[in-house]
């Protein structure tokens, strides 16, 4: 980077409130130095690459994470290709080849429980002399805690959302969680049954869904947003056992085939229920309208990830 950089380095699964006070920092140096704000980042996770059998799922893929990349504030994100040849890479050497080199970093700032380079050999206890001989600033983030003394972390967060805790896991996030995918067809069953729906491509195996069942959800897409409904997993009323995602959006006449949307699940209202006929599924599904309002009138509009001190 031109005229020099100060930058931090992680996996940034989520980019949670932790994430977020870590790029704070980098935002607020930055701006004191007059040096650009950089953020290195890697894809695939680490873990998929060293432990593919025990990688765990995760918060952000694909344009969703570049989504909240591209809220953070930051001059600029590198996105790394992480594999055998780059885990090898010695803490010296990576921050030699990759960071001063490629990066013009003057100054480092990490989050206390991280560490880079082969074994994580790069961390709070060794990054300092290692600035010191190489030339660079070292600066250390400790731990976001949570209001009760938690502290934040990504593996939290999975642990929140695979319990059905949303709420839980939106306060560590700083926002609802999220998803973004393609609107494709559906077989036409909900204007069947006067409720039109969207139809989401089957999230990757990567990604990390809450428990399934219908949830008060929001959808937004390039020019617009609509509160809704949606059933998360299969459809027993109509003898459909596939895992599928349809929202029914309030108040949307528009045709969303083929746009990209971003869904965020703001309540969980009920499981999967199989109902002993089409009417009975619409009266329930009537009342599960007005439960998703209700939810929907109580939460905020989607915060973004920016970080506190961004520009």
Known sequence: MSGGSVITVGSFDGLHRGHQAVIGE?????????????????????????????APQRLSLGVERLELLAELGLDRAHILRFDVALAALSAEQFVTTVLLEQCGMRELVIGADHGFGQGRAADRQTL????????????????????AGQVISSSGIRLALGAGQLAQAAKWLGRPYRMSGRVVPGAGRGRVIRMPTINLDGPPAEKLLPPDGVYAVRVEWGGGTAGGMMNQGSRPT?????????AHLFGLDQDLYGRMVRIEWVHRLRDIQRFASLDALRGQLALDREQALAALALSPETSTARPIGAR
Do not use: C, N, W, Y
């Not at 300092?128 to 209001?147: C, E, M, Q």
């Not at 109509?238 to 349809?246: I, S």
């Open 26 to 54: 980098v935002l607020e140096r930055a701006t004191r130095t007059g040096l650009q704000a950089g953020l290195v980042t890697f894809e695939p996770h680490p873990a998929a690459v060293l432990a593919p059998g025990s």
């Open 128 to 147: 300092p002399a290692l600035g010191r001989k190489l030339g660079f600033g070292v600066s250390i983030v400790p731990p976001v805690p949570d209001a």
């Open 238 to 246: 109509v003898g459909d056992a596939r895992r599928t995602m349809e």
